[in-house]
Protein backbone atom coordinates (compact mmCIF):
# COMPACT_ATOMS: atom_id res chain seq x y z
CA UNK A 1 0.00 0.00 0.00
CA UNK A 2 2.67 2.15 0.68
CA UNK A 3 4.43 1.55 -2.84
CA UNK A 4 1.09 2.77 -3.91
CA UNK A 5 -0.14 5.61 -2.37
CA UNK A 6 3.62 7.36 -1.38
CA UNK A 7 4.71 9.62 -4.65
CA UNK A 8 7.21 10.79 -3.40
CA UNK A 9 8.73 8.11 -1.77
CA UNK A 10 9.39 10.04 1.85
CA UNK A 11 7.70 7.36 3.76
CA UNK A 12 4.73 9.28 4.18
CA UNK A 13 1.28 9.45 2.87
CA UNK A 14 -0.04 13.03 2.57
CA UNK A 15 -3.69 13.75 1.80
CA UNK A 16 -2.81 14.69 -1.95
CA UNK A 17 -1.43 11.49 -2.18
CA UNK A 18 -3.50 9.44 -0.60
CA UNK A 19 -6.41 10.73 -2.98
CA UNK A 20 -4.21 10.49 -5.75
CA UNK A 21 -3.46 7.14 -5.29
CA UNK A 22 -7.35 6.10 -4.07
CA UNK A 23 -8.66 7.40 -7.53
CA UNK A 24 -6.24 5.72 -9.52
CA UNK A 25 -7.03 2.31 -7.51
CA UNK A 26 -10.74 3.02 -8.26
CA UNK A 27 -9.55 3.94 -12.01
CA UNK A 28 -7.96 0.54 -12.11
CA UNK A 29 -10.34 -1.28 -10.82
CA UNK A 30 -12.93 0.06 -12.97
CA UNK A 31 -11.10 -1.12 -16.18
CA UNK A 32 -10.19 -4.08 -15.07
CA UNK A 33 -14.03 -4.79 -14.74
CA UNK A 34 -15.11 -3.93 -17.90
CA UNK A 35 -12.43 -6.39 -19.05
CA UNK A 36 -13.23 -8.92 -16.36
CA UNK A 37 -9.79 -9.22 -15.15
CA UNK A 38 -11.13 -9.32 -11.13
CA UNK A 39 -13.11 -12.56 -10.80
CA UNK A 40 -16.00 -11.87 -8.59
CA UNK A 41 -14.78 -13.79 -5.79
CA UNK A 42 -11.83 -11.88 -5.33
CA UNK A 43 -13.80 -8.24 -5.32
CA UNK A 44 -15.41 -9.96 -2.36
CA UNK A 45 -12.32 -10.56 -0.71
CA UNK A 46 -11.36 -7.54 -1.24
CA UNK A 47 -14.43 -5.56 -0.50
CA UNK A 48 -14.46 -7.71 2.76
CA UNK A 49 -11.07 -7.47 3.87
CA UNK A 50 -10.03 -3.38 3.00
CA UNK A 51 -12.65 -1.34 1.46
CA UNK A 52 -15.75 -2.17 3.90
CA UNK A 53 -13.68 -1.99 7.14
CA UNK A 54 -12.23 1.24 5.66
CA UNK A 55 -15.56 2.67 4.49
CA UNK A 56 -16.87 1.62 8.28
CA UNK A 57 -13.96 3.23 10.06
CA UNK A 58 -14.76 6.67 8.00
CA UNK A 59 -18.25 6.26 9.00
CA UNK A 60 -17.48 6.04 12.42
CA UNK A 61 -15.25 9.20 12.63
CA UNK A 62 -18.20 10.97 10.80
CA UNK A 63 -20.91 9.99 13.47
CA UNK A 64 -18.13 10.80 16.65
CA UNK A 65 -16.99 13.65 15.14
CA UNK A 66 -20.96 15.23 14.41
CA UNK A 67 -21.79 13.77 17.76
CA UNK A 68 -18.87 15.79 19.66
CA UNK A 69 -19.25 18.78 18.21
CA UNK A 70 -23.05 18.82 18.96
CA UNK A 71 -22.47 17.90 22.70
CA UNK A 72 -19.77 20.78 22.52
CA UNK A 73 -21.96 23.58 21.28
CA UNK A 74 -25.08 22.44 23.33
CA UNK A 75 -22.94 22.53 26.24
CA UNK A 76 -21.82 25.97 25.65
CA UNK A 77 -25.17 27.29 24.47
CA UNK A 78 -26.80 26.02 27.59
CA UNK A 79 -24.38 26.27 30.08
CA UNK A 80 -21.75 28.91 29.46
CA UNK A 81 -22.54 32.22 26.89
CA UNK A 82 -25.79 31.45 25.70
CA UNK A 83 -26.46 31.59 22.02
CA UNK A 84 -24.25 31.16 19.59
CA UNK A 85 -26.09 32.36 16.86
CA UNK A 86 -27.57 35.74 15.50
CA UNK A 87 -30.95 36.08 14.66
CA UNK A 88 -30.18 34.80 10.55
CA UNK A 89 -28.36 31.55 11.71
CA UNK A 90 -24.94 32.56 11.38
CA UNK A 91 -22.76 32.15 13.99
CA UNK A 92 -22.18 35.29 16.74
CA UNK A 93 -18.55 35.65 16.93
CA UNK A 94 -18.75 38.19 19.92
CA UNK A 95 -20.86 35.06 21.75
CA UNK A 96 -17.91 32.68 20.44
CA UNK A 97 -14.71 35.03 21.73
CA UNK A 98 -16.54 34.91 25.11
CA UNK A 99 -16.56 31.19 25.23
CA UNK A 100 -12.88 31.19 24.25
CA UNK A 101 -11.96 33.47 27.89
CA UNK A 102 -14.67 31.30 29.48
CA UNK A 103 -12.40 28.12 28.13
CA UNK A 104 -8.54 30.05 28.40
CA UNK A 105 -8.67 29.64 32.30
CA UNK A 106 -5.07 31.14 32.48
CA UNK A 107 -5.36 34.07 29.83
CA UNK A 108 -2.70 33.44 27.62
CA UNK A 109 -4.81 33.69 24.95
CA UNK A 110 -4.38 30.13 23.85
CA UNK A 111 -6.41 26.78 24.84
CA UNK A 112 -4.19 23.96 26.02
CA UNK A 113 -5.33 20.35 26.08
CA UNK A 114 -5.60 20.39 30.29
CA UNK A 115 -8.12 23.45 29.82
CA UNK A 116 -10.04 21.56 26.82
CA UNK A 117 -10.22 18.48 29.21
CA UNK A 118 -11.66 20.84 31.70
CA UNK A 119 -13.96 21.65 29.24
CA UNK A 120 -15.43 18.55 28.32
CA UNK A 121 -15.53 17.10 31.47
CA UNK A 122 -18.97 18.53 32.63
CA UNK A 123 -19.87 17.30 28.62
CA UNK A 124 -21.58 13.47 28.61
CA UNK A 125 -20.75 11.69 25.53
CA UNK A 126 -21.72 8.03 26.59
CA UNK A 127 -19.96 5.40 25.21
CA UNK A 128 -19.06 7.25 22.08
CA UNK A 129 -15.98 8.29 23.53
CA UNK A 130 -14.29 9.18 26.76
CA UNK A 131 -12.44 12.29 27.26
CA UNK A 132 -8.84 11.81 26.31
CA UNK A 133 -10.71 10.83 22.59
CA UNK A 134 -12.60 14.06 22.85
CA UNK A 135 -10.15 16.02 23.13
CA UNK A 136 -7.94 14.47 20.51
CA UNK A 137 -10.90 15.59 18.50
CA UNK A 138 -10.92 18.72 19.34
CA UNK A 139 -7.38 19.49 18.53
CA UNK A 140 -7.17 17.97 15.49
CA UNK A 141 -10.09 20.15 14.36
CA UNK A 142 -9.32 23.52 15.73
CA UNK A 143 -5.20 23.30 15.86
CA UNK A 144 -4.71 24.12 12.19
CA UNK A 145 -0.42 24.77 12.82
CA UNK A 146 -0.34 21.64 14.32
CA UNK A 147 1.36 23.08 18.04
CA UNK A 148 -0.73 21.09 20.06
CA UNK A 149 -2.61 24.91 21.23
CA UNK A 150 -5.54 26.25 19.70
CA UNK A 151 -5.01 30.42 19.47
CA UNK A 152 -8.04 32.77 19.78
CA UNK A 153 -8.44 32.86 16.12
CA UNK A 154 -8.17 29.36 15.44
CA UNK A 155 -11.23 28.57 18.26
CA UNK A 156 -13.27 31.33 16.21
CA UNK A 157 -12.38 29.90 13.05
CA UNK A 158 -13.19 26.62 14.06
CA UNK A 159 -16.44 27.25 15.71
CA UNK A 160 -17.42 29.59 13.91
CA UNK A 161 -17.87 26.88 10.56
CA UNK A 162 -19.10 24.46 13.68
CA UNK A 163 -22.15 26.66 14.21
CA UNK A 164 -22.74 27.90 10.56
CA UNK A 165 -22.93 23.93 9.69
CA UNK A 166 -25.24 22.90 12.04
CA UNK A 167 -27.60 26.06 12.08
CA UNK A 168 -28.22 24.60 8.36
CA UNK A 169 -29.05 21.54 9.25
CA UNK A 170 -32.72 20.68 10.35
CA UNK A 171 -32.92 19.00 13.35
CA UNK A 172 -36.10 17.12 12.18
CA UNK A 173 -34.19 15.70 9.27
CA UNK A 174 -31.59 14.29 11.21
CA UNK A 175 -33.27 11.01 12.35
CA UNK A 176 -34.39 10.45 8.83
CA UNK A 177 -30.34 10.65 7.93
CA UNK A 178 -29.47 8.16 10.52
CA UNK A 179 -32.78 5.87 9.05
CA UNK A 180 -31.00 5.94 5.41
CA UNK A 181 -27.36 5.78 6.13
CA UNK A 182 -28.53 2.70 7.38
CA UNK A 183 -30.80 1.24 4.76
CA UNK A 184 -27.94 2.45 2.29
CA UNK A 185 -25.58 0.05 4.45
CA UNK A 186 -28.15 -2.84 4.40
CA UNK A 187 -28.19 -1.99 0.83
CA UNK A 188 -24.63 -2.87 0.49
CA UNK A 189 -24.79 -5.89 2.04
CA UNK A 190 -27.65 -6.76 -0.24
CA UNK A 191 -25.10 -6.06 -3.01
CA UNK A 192 -22.48 -7.80 -1.79
CA UNK A 193 -24.41 -11.17 -0.84
CA UNK A 194 -26.11 -11.11 -4.83
CA UNK A 195 -22.92 -10.25 -6.23
CA UNK A 196 -21.72 -13.64 -4.16
CA UNK A 197 -23.97 -15.67 -5.93
CA UNK A 198 -24.00 -14.48 -8.81
CA UNK A 199 -20.39 -15.31 -9.25
CA UNK A 200 -21.66 -18.85 -8.80
CA UNK A 201 -24.14 -18.16 -11.37
CA UNK A 202 -21.58 -16.48 -13.82
CA UNK A 203 -19.19 -19.65 -13.18
CA UNK A 204 -21.71 -22.41 -14.33
CA UNK A 205 -22.77 -19.58 -17.18
CA UNK A 206 -19.00 -20.03 -18.10
CA UNK A 207 -18.36 -23.27 -18.18
CA UNK A 208 -22.09 -23.69 -20.25
CA UNK A 209 -20.52 -20.84 -22.77
CA UNK A 210 -16.78 -23.12 -22.79
CA UNK A 211 -18.71 -26.63 -23.86
CA UNK A 212 -21.18 -25.02 -26.23
CA UNK A 213 -18.20 -23.17 -27.71
CA UNK A 214 -16.21 -26.65 -28.30
CA UNK A 215 -19.04 -28.33 -29.78
CA UNK A 216 -19.51 -25.45 -32.37
CA UNK A 217 -16.02 -25.68 -33.04
CA UNK A 218 -16.51 -29.59 -33.66
CA UNK A 219 -19.30 -28.56 -36.02
CA UNK A 220 -17.77 -26.15 -38.08
CA UNK A 221 -13.94 -27.11 -38.12
CA UNK A 222 -14.26 -29.40 -40.96
CA UNK A 223 -16.30 -26.71 -43.38
CA UNK A 224 -13.47 -24.16 -41.92
CA UNK A 225 -10.71 -26.47 -43.24
CA UNK A 226 -12.23 -27.15 -46.64
CA UNK A 227 -12.65 -23.23 -47.11
CA UNK A 228 -8.94 -22.39 -46.26
CA UNK A 229 -8.07 -24.94 -48.75
CA UNK A 230 -10.34 -23.56 -51.82
CA UNK A 231 -9.13 -20.18 -50.61
CA UNK A 232 -5.54 -21.24 -51.21
CA UNK A 233 -6.54 -23.20 -54.12
CA UNK A 234 -8.01 -20.36 -56.00
CA UNK A 235 -5.50 -17.47 -54.41
CA UNK A 236 -2.56 -20.01 -55.28
CA UNK A 237 -1.07 -19.26 -52.69
CA UNK A 238 -0.01 -22.50 -50.04
CA UNK A 239 -2.21 -23.31 -47.57
CA UNK A 240 0.52 -23.43 -45.13
CA UNK A 241 0.49 -19.73 -45.20
CA UNK A 242 -3.06 -19.24 -45.06
CA UNK A 243 -3.51 -21.95 -42.24
CA UNK A 244 -0.67 -20.02 -40.12
CA UNK A 245 -0.72 -16.19 -41.60
CA UNK A 246 -3.65 -15.12 -42.97
CA UNK A 247 -6.31 -16.70 -40.68
CA UNK A 248 -4.55 -15.94 -37.14
CA UNK A 249 -4.02 -12.12 -38.32
CA UNK A 250 -8.08 -12.22 -39.27
CA UNK A 251 -8.79 -14.19 -36.24
CA UNK A 252 -6.87 -11.98 -33.82
CA UNK A 253 -7.02 -8.76 -35.84
CA UNK A 254 -9.61 -7.41 -32.65
CA UNK A 255 -7.09 -8.33 -30.16
CA UNK A 256 -3.91 -6.86 -31.86
CA UNK A 257 -6.41 -3.34 -32.12
CA UNK A 258 -7.42 -3.34 -28.87
CA UNK A 259 -3.89 -4.12 -27.57
CA UNK A 260 -1.95 -1.27 -29.51
CA UNK A 261 -5.01 1.48 -28.49
CA UNK A 262 -4.48 0.31 -25.29
CA UNK A 263 -0.26 0.37 -24.91
CA UNK A 264 -0.49 3.76 -26.79
CA UNK A 265 -1.96 5.39 -23.97
CA UNK A 266 1.54 4.18 -22.11
CA UNK A 267 0.31 4.23 -18.50
CA UNK A 268 1.58 1.21 -17.07
CA UNK A 269 -1.48 0.42 -15.49
CA UNK A 270 -2.69 0.09 -19.36
CA UNK A 271 -0.35 -1.72 -20.68
CA UNK A 272 -0.30 -4.30 -17.78
CA UNK A 273 -3.88 -5.36 -18.14
CA UNK A 274 -3.20 -5.39 -21.82
CA UNK A 275 -0.38 -8.02 -21.40
CA UNK A 276 -2.56 -9.79 -18.98
CA UNK A 277 -5.27 -9.84 -22.26
CA UNK A 278 -2.64 -11.66 -24.62
CA UNK A 279 -2.17 -14.10 -21.79
CA UNK A 280 -5.08 -15.00 -21.73
CA UNK A 281 -5.93 -14.92 -25.10
CA UNK A 282 -2.34 -17.06 -25.62
CA UNK A 283 -3.93 -19.81 -22.82
CA UNK A 284 -7.23 -19.90 -24.65
CA UNK A 285 -5.94 -20.67 -28.20
CA UNK A 286 -3.11 -22.63 -26.92
CA UNK A 287 -3.96 -24.38 -24.26
CA UNK A 288 -8.53 -24.84 -24.60
CA UNK A 289 -8.18 -24.62 -28.64
CA UNK A 290 -5.66 -27.94 -28.59
CA UNK A 291 -7.63 -29.77 -25.91
CA UNK A 292 -10.99 -29.29 -28.52
CA UNK A 293 -9.26 -30.13 -31.55
CA UNK A 294 -7.53 -32.86 -29.46
CA UNK A 295 -10.98 -34.34 -28.84
CA UNK A 296 -12.44 -33.66 -32.42
CA UNK A 297 -9.44 -35.84 -33.57
CA UNK A 298 -10.05 -38.43 -31.18
CA UNK A 299 -13.98 -39.07 -31.49
CA UNK A 300 -13.87 -39.04 -35.31
CA UNK A 301 -10.78 -41.21 -35.15
CA UNK A 302 -8.66 -38.41 -38.16
CA UNK A 303 -5.42 -38.68 -38.92
CA UNK A 304 -3.05 -36.55 -37.22
CA UNK A 305 -0.60 -35.02 -39.92
CA UNK A 306 0.43 -31.38 -37.21
CA UNK A 307 2.90 -32.82 -35.52
CA UNK A 308 5.32 -30.16 -36.52
CA UNK A 309 3.17 -27.61 -36.05
CA UNK A 310 2.50 -28.59 -32.53
CA UNK A 311 6.21 -29.08 -31.97
CA UNK A 312 7.33 -26.00 -33.04
CA UNK A 313 4.34 -24.30 -30.78
CA UNK A 314 5.86 -26.03 -28.20
CA UNK A 315 9.62 -24.80 -28.57
CA UNK A 316 7.79 -21.41 -28.86
CA UNK A 317 6.03 -21.55 -25.50
CA UNK A 318 8.70 -23.20 -23.84
CA UNK A 319 11.17 -19.91 -24.56
CA UNK A 320 8.93 -17.30 -23.85
CA UNK A 321 7.73 -19.16 -20.38
CA UNK A 322 11.30 -19.61 -19.02
CA UNK A 323 11.96 -16.25 -20.12
CA UNK A 324 9.05 -14.56 -18.64
CA UNK A 325 9.70 -16.79 -15.34
CA UNK A 326 12.81 -15.11 -14.79
CA UNK A 327 12.02 -11.79 -14.89
CA UNK A 328 9.11 -9.50 -14.03
CA UNK A 329 9.57 -7.05 -16.42
CA UNK A 330 10.70 -6.56 -20.31
CA UNK A 331 12.56 -4.23 -21.60
CA UNK A 332 11.47 -2.49 -24.96
CA UNK A 333 14.24 -4.51 -27.28
CA UNK A 334 12.58 -8.27 -25.94
CA UNK A 335 9.79 -7.53 -28.69
CA UNK A 336 11.92 -7.52 -31.38
CA UNK A 337 12.69 -11.56 -29.87
CA UNK A 338 9.12 -11.95 -29.82
CA UNK A 339 8.83 -10.66 -33.49
CA UNK A 340 11.59 -13.05 -34.68
CA UNK A 341 10.09 -16.18 -32.41
CA UNK A 342 7.22 -15.38 -35.02
CA UNK A 343 8.80 -15.80 -37.99
CA UNK A 344 11.45 -18.71 -36.46
CA UNK A 345 8.39 -20.76 -35.82
CA UNK A 346 7.08 -20.14 -39.49
CA UNK A 347 10.93 -20.97 -40.49
CA UNK A 348 10.74 -24.44 -38.22
CA UNK A 349 7.33 -25.81 -39.45
CA UNK A 350 8.02 -25.36 -43.11
CA UNK A 351 11.70 -26.73 -42.77
CA UNK A 352 10.32 -29.81 -40.58
CA UNK A 353 7.21 -30.62 -42.23
CA UNK A 354 8.43 -29.81 -46.21
CA UNK A 355 11.78 -30.66 -45.72
CA UNK A 356 12.47 -33.23 -43.12
CA UNK A 357 9.16 -34.71 -43.86
CA UNK A 358 8.07 -34.87 -40.09
CA UNK A 359 4.35 -34.76 -39.78
Known amino acids: MLRVFDRNGDKIITKDEFV ?15 RQYIPRKSLKNIYQGFIKPWIEHI ?6 KGHLISEILNHA ?4 VGKLMNDDGTADESAIRRLFEEVDGNGDNCVSQSELRKLVTNIHFG ?6 QA ?13 NMIS ?13 TFSKQDPSSKPLHHEETHQTWECVEKVVVENHHRGTHAWLMAMINVVVG ?5 LLAEPLITSVQKFAEQAGIPSFFVSFILVPLATNFREATSAIKEASHKKRSNTSQTIYEIYGAVFMNNILGFSAISTLIYMREISWEFSAEVLVVAIVCSIMGLTASFRPTFPLWTSFGAYLLYLLSLVL ?3 IKYVLNYV
Open 135 to 147: VTKIIQELDINSD
Open 349 to 351: VYV
Open 59 to 64: RKEREM
Open 127 to 132: KAMDEE
Open 20 to 34: TGLTQWIEQTKHALD
Open 214 to 218: IIILS
Open 77 to 80: QNDM
Open 152 to 164: EEEFVDGFTKWVN
